[in-house]
């Protein structure tokens, strides 16, 4: 696990931790920076777990981007599924079962991009990434990232005057 990318993201994480634990949440482990003479140079956030999260609180509903896992408990797969789509991003979701048709249930209704299934941020350079809904913009990778950063435009040229055929 690496640093984040700069200290003012550093600091976002750990206030968005915070806000969390103030919600409501539990934490379970981190949530902290990590110092020490290994750490000097860098913004490194300690792997956080934080339990018992509600849908309505703000880690629960935002993109975080940092060492941070919420776990909230649910009891039938529609309400696991429901509580991945609640939220307006959906860049990627993961997955754990030993059912083949559990899996490919969620991989169809879960709203993200990306849905890994047993495996986690597993992504080869030649799988299209990338997000639905309030996260991501088109798709980077694989062939599809071609159609991501080409702009297409059409010209007419009339060597005539025009005959409309219609």
């Not at 700069?6 to 968005?16: F, G, I, Q, T």
């Not at 896992?69 to 039938?76: L, M, Q, R, Y």
């Not at 992504?123 to 297409?152: H, L, M, N």
Request: negative net charge; contains cysteine; charged residues 15%.
């Amino acid at each position: 696990m690496g640093a984040l990318i700069s200290e003012a993201h550093l600091d976002k994480v750990h206030s968005l931790v915070q806000a969390g634990i103030k919600a409501g949440a539990r934490l379970v482990c981190g949530g902290h920076r990590l110092t020490g003479a290994q750490y000097e140079g860098g913004y490194f956030y300690a792997p956080t777990v934080l339990a018992d999260v509600a849908p309505d609180n703000l880690v629960f509903c935002e993109e975080i981007f940092g060492p941070v896992v919420t776990v909230t408990p649910f009891k039938t797969d529609d309400e696991a599924i429901d509580l991945a789509n609640v939220t307006e991003y959906g860049l990627a979701a993961g997955v754990w079962t030993a059912s083949l048709q559990r899996s490919l249930r969620c991989v169809r209704e879960i709203q993200a991009g990306y849905v890994w299934v047993n495996t986690y941020n597993n992504t080869p350079v030649e799988v299209p990434f990338g997000g639905q809904k309030g996260s991501g913009f088109g798709r980077d990778c694989g062939t599809q990232a071609i159609e991501t950063y080409t702009t297409w435009k059409s010209a007419m040229l009339a060597t005539a005057p025009f005959q409309p055929y219609y």
